[in-house]
């Protein structure tokens, strides 16, 4: 199973993501979507998960969830926008992967047998950070984070 996975779009989705998603069979989006139109876009590729993350204040974004858990392809993950905000151990809950944004930086960790996976954000390039979005391929218990740069 590949799975994509975006953040902080702040309403600005390039074609650029839309094409790299192409084939992914679920999408994941962690927060500060800044507009709603983004996730039904997404939609038209693959089943969307979304958290809201701290500019989507208002509108449908602001009633998704802060926090998700669900498995796909028998993996457990964990989505929320700040990963500063992690309330849970996610090892002792059963977690795999823990899914967030927030810095517009991306990063791939693992920290005790846990995958810590920041697809960086997709939408306005901020400062010098690469503008970007992830992948996860799973297969079986075997998990091959990737990412992909948009600039």
């Avoid at 039904?40 to 958290?51: F, N, W």
């Avoid at 993950?77 to 992967?97: F, K, N, S, T, W």
Wanted: hydrophobic letters at 45%; one cysteine or more.
């Amino acid at each position: 199973m590949k799975i994509g996975i975006l953040s902080d779009t702040h309403g600005l989705l390039r074609s650029e993501a839309l094409s790299a998603l192409q084939g992914v069979e679920h999408i994941l989006h962690a927060g500060d979507i800044g507009d709603a139109l983004i996730l039904d876009q997404l939609r038209l590729i693959a089943p969307v998960t979304a958290v809201r993350g701290n500019i989507d204040r208002s509108g449908p974004c602001a009633k998704l969830p802060a926090s998700e858990i669900l498995e796909l392809h028998g993996v457990t993950l964990y989505m929320l926008h700040d990963v500063h905000e992690l309330d849970l151990d996610p090892r002792a809950a059963g977690i795999q992967v823990v899914v967030s944004g927030h810095s517009h930086q991306p990063l791939i960790e693992w920290k005790i047998g846990v995958l810590y996976f920041n697809p960086g954000s997709a939408g306005p390039k901020r400062f010098s950070l690469p503008v970007s979005l992830g992948f996860l391929e799973v297969s079986g218990a075997e998990l091959t984070p990737s990412l992909y740069r948009i600039d």
